[in-house]
């Protein structure tokens, strides 16, 4: 009698949480944002607005609450920048000539003192435009690494997270206008929907959907908390890790680290289809963001029980990068960590090209500069001008070519 009591308890229980069970939706996600149908969600466009209430509708089939100023939705109308050196205007009501974006935000209310924000962009590039790498005919971005895959692995989590890890809330972000200039983002921090001084971190995922057969994972702002190195390394088996301290950088983390909110980004790596109509969804390692996602939770679980994380300042790589007027055409590999400048991609009818340089050639001497990682690399171009001749070095598949560069 014992026994079946006990069995109808278990089966009642199974039947009370079969809503919660939680299931690996990624690869059905990213599908979905980079659709044609969506046409490359540019901020404020039509296909956008998809992604937002696909976006919304997932968060409450997690079982989220609405923590927008409209259930979900964050709105923010703002008109787009003329000067690329000044601030974007945000207003209050869309007039002639605003663009409006929507932010997405879903809650898990643990009635804990602290949150942890975690988030990831939705928008991306339409039909191209200014951002645009792509010298062809007018064509769909669909924006599959950049960012549906982060957006799905922020979905993923936050299915992981509900009902565990308890002692923080979480709210889940997706943030329009990331493409033209962390704007969502910005905009929240201006005009938060919690208190932001109970924020303890903040997660970005941005392009995490490439991650390479070497397994490596960059992961930004390391230092703007003591514990964060800590912990990534103590659940670290799988990643070869590239970190690196500073809490500025080109995604959204940004907004929140300038507000004094420790931050992490994941990122798997530039690649050749970045910011081009290529980037779809069949590129994905899905396996891999699965991996990623996991990590993370892992992360996310060792700091359940540590208070509000205590923040700590970065120098700002940004502000030493030499400035050049001149470039070879390349797309680097930002995740080499080697000796040297990697190349990942090269671009038609630029320098490198003419010159014969080769996606995988290693950059290791330009002009009279020795190039030992991206900084010396940048360095090294900065002394050029148009119209300038000079030498570059590369290691290729074990030899050492130099050949001639024209810029």
Known sequence: ????????LFITLLGCKKDQ??????????VFLADDKLEGRQTGTEGEKKAAAYIAKRFE??????????AYFQVFSFKPKTDPHSEVSFTTMSEDGTITGTNIL??????????????????????????????GEKAIHNGADDNASGVAVMMDLAAKLKNTNTANNYLFMAFSGEEMGLL????????????TKAVSYMINMDMVGRLKQDSTLAVYGTGTSPIFKQVLSSHNEKFKLIEKESGIGPSDHTSFYLADIPVLHFFTGQHEDYHKPSDDFDKLNY?????????????????NDNGKLAFRTTKNESEETPRFKVGLGVVPDYMFDGKGMRIDGVSEDKPAKKA???????????????VVDMMSYMRALSVFEKGDSTKVKVERKGDTLTMDLKF
């Open 287 to 303: 396996k891999g963001m699965e991996t990623i996602s996991n990590y993370i939770f892992e992360i996310i679980t060792d700091l």
């Open 184 to 195: 969502g983002s910005n905009y929240f921090v201006k005009s938060p929907t919690i208190d």
């Open 106 to 135: 879903g809650y898990i209310d643990n009635k804990a003192v602290n949150t942890v924000i975690i988030g990831a962009h939705y928008d991306h590039l339409g039909y191209g435009g200014d951002g645009s790498l792509y010298k």
């Open 356 to 370: 014969g340089l080769q996606k995988g050639d290693i950059v290791v001497k330009l002009g009279d500069s020795a």
């Open 61 to 70: 089939e997690i079982g989220l609450q609405p923590k927008g100023t409209e």
């Open 1 to 8: 009698m014992k026994k079946i009591s006990l069995l109808v």
């Open 21 to 30: 069970v939680y299931k690996n939706k990624i690869q059905e996600d990213v």
